[in-house]
């Protein structure tokens, strides 16, 4: 039977292609072009005996021959002697068949298909993706790296750890006479956006091996044994085209710790991947490289000696390092920059955040339609791509007098305590990010006096502050929390009851005496507000300067 409906395929694909070859001989246009005075000579001797005329051509058919000539060289006059015909676009006709017939052996031909493939599924010859779930019966490839050390700034102590294990591919021979052997895994810890998957890619680019990527979360199957058996896959291709890197990414997905109380997919996956790495000889020539920004999650057994023999930090770059970044970022952008100051005002960005920001920086430009990138469009998209685009508020007259006195105040204090920002826009919640540990106490201090000077400043001159002060008011209570019972930086190690009601209020008395005694310098940024919408650092420095 299986035969019979071959031999019925065949004969539909052997019919379509006999009308093909029919249809194209009828659509073929056969006639010989000419010019203008070879047309002029048919016509004068009087051998013509039809004449067709197309939006394209006009065709000038004879007793033997067929001749066509281009509608743009000729006029109707030179044909008032002929009769002449006009193509109406009867090969539509022609067309719409062959496409009927197209359709309908197609749909035949779909139709046994979908009969044979549902025969098979029921005599026990299923496909292996229906039954398996899409994507893991997959094959597992190399893929080739293009991304080199040049590529990645700012990792100069990376690169230093990562080097030895690239000459130990080169040159295995030299170690192993030295009684070395080659780290069996590498493990990238660091924070989401600093260039972990690069680092392994271009560890791959300069050893000049194979490179077998796989993100933790595609071996967490719901098909029982399946990641297991796709850790094996990948191990195997892995070793049989040594020597070669195998790169696991966001490998907490899979690697963390086991609590004893199930033995789910998860955990045989993790239970695979163990195996995989004892079983790696030290001649495989394979090195297993992994990241992850958890590494507190990760079992045990995974981080012991033997299986992740190294591993390397992978931190937020300095200020050092980000000029790096920045510098590779600019290359192929027309600016006018001092890639220092870029530097300056992008703490706490990682290597992500900074390519996110150059590139919004750039598109700001082209949308200004400025011939360079300038400083000012990097203080305008920075809020955006830290914070993200927030629909600003719509903030009658009455509401705006008090923001721009809120944020005047907010202003003043961070420039005063000298706390991180360039710009503050009147949109803008938050002024300055939060700063990591360690802190010094009279840092935390300063901040605290910044979240309380935009509701002290609205207090000296209107009596009261709008609920928009929530926000500030919850940091600053958490800050006093924390250095009553967490830091020790209250009256005594050990909190009293009432100590942050007291600390949160001596800041706010403080704030407040600062901003009266400096109401000139609070007025000159709230006009500047009023008329801008936004003030820098530098020009409230400027102000504050004046009166001290």
Not at 201 to 228: D, L
Not at 380 to 388: E, L, R, S, T, Y
């Amino acid at each position: 039977m299986l035969n019979s409906k071959t031999n019925r395929i065949a004969l539909f694909a052997s019919a379509f292609f006999i009308i093909a070859l029919v249809l194209f001989a009828i659509l073929r246009d056969n006639a010989e072009e000419i010019t203008l005075r070879d047309a002029m000579k048919i016509l004068e001797n009087h051998t013509v005996e039809n004449v067709i005329v197309s939006k394209e051509n006009v065709y000038l058919k004879t007793k033997n021959d067929f001749y066509k000539i281009a509608s743009s060289q000729v006029t109707p006059k030179m044909f008032i002697d002929y009769k002449v015909e006009v193509d109406s676009g009867s090969n539509i006709l022609i067309y719409f068949l062959f496409i009927v017939l197209f359709l309908g052996l197609g749909t035949l031909a779909l139709r046994w298909w979908q009969k044979h493939s549902g025969e098979m599924q029921g005599s026990g010859i299923i496909n292996r993706s229906a039954s398996s779930g899409i994507g893991i019966d997959t094959p597992v490839e190399a893929i080739k790296s293009d991304v080199t050390f040049n590529d990645i700034g700012g990792i100069s102590d990376v690169k230093i750890e990562l080097e030895e294990i690239i000459d130990f591919m080169k040159n295995p021979k030299r170690y192993k006479s030295f009684g070395a052997r080659m780290p069996r895994g590498v493990l990238l810890v660091g924070p989401p956006g600093v260039g972990k998957t690069m680092i392994a890619k271009a560890v791959a680019h300069e050893a000049g091996v194979p490179f077998y990527y796989q993100s933790g979360a595609s071996f967490v199957q719901i098909y029982v044994g399946m990641g297991a058996k796709r850790v094996h896959e990948l191990f195997a291709a892995a070793k049989n085209n040594s020597p070669s890197i195998i790169f696991i990414d966001e490998i907490d997905a899979v690697g963390k710790k086991r609590d004893g109380q199930r033995n789910d997919e998860r955990e045989a996956t993790l239970n695979q991947l163990l195996t995989e790495m004892d079983g790696f000889e030290g001649s495989s020539g394979v090195i297993v490289i992994a990241a992850t920004n958890k590494i507190d999650v990760l079992d045990s057994a995974l981080l012991r000696a033997g299986r992740f023999d190294r591993r390397v930090f992978v931190e937020l770059p300095t200020k050092r390092e980000r000029e790096s970044i920045l510098t590779k970022y600019l290359q192929h952008v027309p600016h006018e920059l001092d890639v220092k100051a870029v530097a300056n005002m992008t703490v706490g960005f990682n290597g992500a955040s900074l390519a996110a920001l150059v590139n919004e920086a750039a598109l700001l430009s082209l949308r200004q339609n400025d011939f360079h990138v300038t400083i000012e469009h990097f203080h305008q998209v920075k809020d955006k791509v830290m914070f993200g685009k927030r629909k600003l508020q719509m903030l009658n007259d009455e509401q705006k007098k008090y923001r721009i006195t809120y944020q005047a105040g907010k202003a003043l204090c961070a420039t005063y305590f000298d706390l991180p920002f360039e710009k503050l826009m009147l949109s803008n919640e938050k002024l300055t990010p939060s700063t990591g540990e360690p802190l010094i106490k009279h840092e935390i201090e300063s901040r605290i006096k910044m979240l309380l000077a935009g509701m002290a400043a609205c207090s000296i001159k209107f009596g009261e502050h709008a609920s928009s002060a929530k926000d500030d008011l919850d940091e600053a209570k958490e800050l006093v929390k924390s250095m009553v019972e967490e830091y020790g930086m209250g009256r005594a190690l050990i909190a009293s009851s009432n100590e942050e009601e007291v600390i949160i209020k001596r800041q706010y008395d403080e704030t407040k005496m600062l901003l009266e005694s400096m109401s000139k310098t609070i007025k000159n940024i709230e006009a500047v507000l009023y008329e801008r919408e936004s003030i820098t650092k530098t020009e409230v420095k400027k102000y504050i300067d004046e009166v001290l």
